[in-house]
């Protein structure tokens, strides 16, 4: 079965400290990672991709993500955040056709 | 500029009504896509066109009906609506592939009381 997992429903952080947010995902075809992230009251916007290469993928506002294949995960990480990146952050997957499939998502707090 | 649009943003309605959330997207995509994100701020696809064409529908009620007058614009129409259809209806659009990102509206916060 091709599922998302987001292992994570609410991370709190302080700022300034580093944020992992943790995504695997299970299929029997070759996939397509994405992060995504909504900030309130506002539309998704990509983060980052990861189609191929390299498996350390740099997005915008200083977020990276690392394919691991064996261990299917496609984990999210920033090393100091922001009051601004409070959001929520959506992993998502195409499998084997255009439909990506989300993770149920992860609620970032950052704190001062 | 916007990329992706939605109207209206907000949409205050009775059980049994009809309605309409409209999208236009200026990115030039070929596809469009329609997401329905719940209240515990699950999304899930429920439509989507290829320059014009029906390409995805997953087991959305049939009284949802998109419609895609040219490839820019895929507006949904809700008949007899209920109190579950309340949620935020995202529009989408990419170029059609599986590696392409996607771009999304504001989102239309639909409530049905």
């Known amino acids: 079965a091709q599922s998302v997992t987001q292992l994570d429903s609410q991370v709190p952080v302080f700022e300034e400290a580093p944020v992992e947010l943790r995504c695997n995902y299970s299929?029997?075809?070759?996939?397509?990672l994405f992060w995504y992230v909504q900030y309130p009251n506002q539309g998704l916007q990509l983060l980052l991709k990861?189609?191929?290469?390299?498996?350390l993928v740099k997005g915008i506002n200083g977020f990276e993500a690392e394919f691991n294949k064996s261990q299917t995960s496609f984990h999210l990480r920033k090393p100091s955040v922001h009051i601004s990146d409070t959001a929520e952050y959506f992993c998502?997957?195409?499998?084997?056709?255009?439909?990506?499939?989300f993770g149920a998502g992860t609620t970032v707090t950052v704190r001062a | 500029d916007t990329a992706v649009s939605q109207t209206p943003k907000y949409l205050v309605t009775q059980m049994g009504n009809d309605k309409s959330i409209k999208c236009e997207q200026n990115?030039?995509?070929?596809?469009m896509y329609w997401y329905k994100q719940d209240s515990k701020k699950f999304l899930k696809i429920m439509f989507s066109y290829n320059n014009k064409e029906l390409i995805i529908n997953e087991t959305v009620p049939n009284r949802f009906s998109p419609k895609s007058p040219d490839k820019a614009h895929l507006n949904l129409h809700i008949n007899s609506l209920e109190l579950g259809d309340s949620a935020v209806y995202f529009c989408a659009s990419s170029h059609p592939g599986r590696s392409d990102t996607q771009y999304f509206g504001p989102g239309t916060r639909l409530t049905v009381l």
């Open positions: 299929s029997s075809v070759s996939v397509y």
């Open positions: 990115l030039g995509h070929d596809t």
């Open positions: 998502a997957v195409t499998f084997n056709d255009y439909k990506l499939s």
């Open positions: 990861y189609l191929s290469g390299s498996t």
